[in-house]
């Protein structure tokens, strides 16, 4: 990387105008931990396999370890920080805590980014649907059985809330 190239980059995050001035091939990843302090965001193997450092970018989930910031001029990035306010995010964050799918919790925010979105577009997903939508998101601790679970039990509470 040349260490001089330096690029401005509006954008926002969170529903919050911000822009960053760094390396065009900095990670977005990077950027939301170390520039803007939003360390819900996790690392796990940096390479694109595990799914911890999933955000939505313009409503579509990827890994911000993958994206340098170059592609992020004009963009909007919601983080694990921005779904504690909606109430998707909410329930799938006590369900995950209820349920015992999050453990070392390495994993829990880019599986709640992956689950909120696929909620969000499959409000009752199948167990097919539930293993695809959570496809690339790797855990080495609950086995998967309760983080689907807590998914479900998400699922069912916001079927309830909707239904009222
Ligand atoms: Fe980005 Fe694993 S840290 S996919
Ligand atoms: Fe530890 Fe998933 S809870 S990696």
Known sequence: MSEGLQATIHFTVNGEPRSVTAHPLTRL???LRE?????GTKEGCGEGEC???????????????LIPILQLQDSAITTI??????????????????CGGAQCGICTPGMIVA???????????????????????LCRCTGYTRSFEAVRVAASKLGKVAAR
């Open 51 to 65: 799914g911890a450092c999933a955000v939505l970018l313009n409503g579509e989930v990827v890994n911000s370890c």
């Open 35 to 39: 520039d803007l302090g939003l360390t």
């Open 29 to 31: 990843l990077d950027i």
């Open 115 to 137: 689950a909120c979105n696929l909620l969000e577009r499959t409000p009752h997903p199948s167990d097919d649907a539930l293993r695809d939508g959570l496809s690339g998101n």
């Open 81 to 98: 920080e921005g779904l504690a306010s909606n109430s998707t995010g909410r329930y799938l964050q006590e369900a995950f805590v209820a």
